[in-house]
């Protein structure tokens, strides 16, 4: 067979064409990565102004600022993980979207689709179990903020920040595809200041976004310890003494 010669102008533009393609594809990749934009009509969960609609330990919680203020001390320390529980309803499917910052002596989170223990003598009257977003204020992986933990539960570290998992019955699988490695995430997370979360929950399929960015994507297919429903909650964590703060809380039921 003979190859086919062309004129060398229009070889330029063959590979400007697959060089074009290529970018293209590329951006294309980096833009589903992206949180989608803020939906219409999302509920303001905190007026800024106090704590109405949230329960937990007045002696840890308060606002100052304009902002949700969690803090404990030597002298006002906690007796096992406490939280504020939002009084408004469930989260079943849906999306919250706020703005956090902590300092590094401890962890915080943020409570999703979780049950408030009353039963069983828990050790404060604000226990929380269920999906956790975890919150630090740290850069260097996998102990950062973002990571699904199992508050109360047995499965610990569910998801980490750059999997894309599934947990079915016969345990966790992971895909090959990193949706973020530290050196991504370093530059993204910002140290002692406000970082920006959106949390999206859709049946048994769950979504992370730090500062605009896919951090981790989760299917929990588990026929038993899959959570559909439950309440959502602030954490301060037992140990050493903390701060964490909260703003512009924003939440839609789907």
Request: with cysteine.
């Amino acid at each position: 067979m003979t190859t086919p010669t062309f004129p060398s102008s229009v070889r330029i533009v063959l590979c400007a064409g697959v060089a074009v393609l290529g970018l293209t594809g590329r951006a294309q990749g980096e833009d589903g990565h992206k949180a989608p934009p803020e939906p219409e009509n999302m509920t303001s969960l905190f007026n800024g102004k106090d704590l109405s609609g949230w329960d937990g330990d007045p002696r840890l919680w308060s606002v100052k600022d304009g902002v949700i203020h969690g803090e404990t001390t030597k002298e006002e320390s906690t007796n096992g993980n406490t939280f504020l529980i939002w009084q408004g309803g469930n989260t079943k499917d849906f999306e919250l979207r706020l703005s956090f910052r902590c300092n590094a002596t401890n962890n915080s989170g943020i409570q999703y689709r979780s049950r408030h223990i009353t039963e069983g003598k828990p050790r404060n009257p604000w226990v929380v179990r269920g999906y956790q977003h975890e919150i630090r204020n740290e850069e260097n992986l996998p102990n950062v903020s973002g990571f699904i933990y199992d508050e109360g539960g047995r499965r610990g570290r569910i998801c980490l920040v750059g999997e894309r998992a599934t947990w079915d019955e016969d345990g966790k699988h992971v895909a090959d595809e990193k949706l973020i490695d530290e050196e991504a995430f370093a530059e993204l997370f910002r140290l002692d200041d406000w970082n920006d979360v959106v949390i999206i929950a859709e049946g048994n399929h769950i979504r992370h976004y730090m500062n605009g960015r896919l951090t981790l994507d989760f299917t929990d297919n588990h026929p038993e310890l899959a959570l559909r429903d439950g309440k959502l909650a602030l954490q301060l964590h037992a140990g050493k003494p903390m701060w964490v703060e909260f703003k512009d809380i924003r939440f839609k039921q789907k």
